[in-house]
């Protein structure tokens, strides 16, 4: 397993972007699949967007945030970042970034259970 933690969530109006990253503490990250799930009060968790290992970087984003979130990587500072742009109250939630290492079952990728490390979450909150 590897460690994550997350940072760079607060609180935004309707219409505006934040940043989110996420640290890896090991040097192999780049061979995990990393992902974005998020919680919102009284709902289940959901993937955001997920992007595989490698220097592909295939990416795979839940229908409710296409082309609003960018999720990203720097394998060389083992980093994850999720851009979130045109955010809508809707968006708000607890936000955990997730790693794999291996394949993930085609279909999978956004499949909570398909992850075996996960960080401690970071709060994104969008006022109407």
């Known amino acids: 397993q590897v460690q994550l933690m997350e940072s760079g969530g607060g609180s935004v109006q309707a219409g505006g972007a934040l940043n989110l990253s996420c640290v890896a503490s090991?040097?192999?990250?780049?061979?995990?699949?990393m992902a974005w799930f998020r919680q919102a009060p009284g709902k289940e968790l959901e993937g955001v967007a997920t992007?595989?290992?490698?220097?592909?970087?295939?990416?795979v984003y839940a229908d409710s945030v296409k082309g609003r979130f960018t999720i990203s990587r720097d394998n060389d500072d083992n980093t994850l970042y999720l851009q979130m742009t045109t955010l809508k109250p809707d968006d708000t939630a607890v936000y955990f970034c997730?790693?794999?290492?291996?394949?993930?079952?085609?279909?999978?990728?956004?499949?909570?259970?398909?992850?075996?490390?996960w960080g401690q979450g970071t709060q994104v909150t969008v006022s109407s």
């Open positions: 997730a790693a794999r290492r291996g394949a993930i079952l085609s279909g999978s990728h956004l499949v909570a259970s398909m992850y075996n490390s």
């Open positions: 090991k040097n192999d990250a780049s061979t995990y699949w």
């Open positions: 992007i595989n290992t490698g220097s592909t970087a295939t990416t």
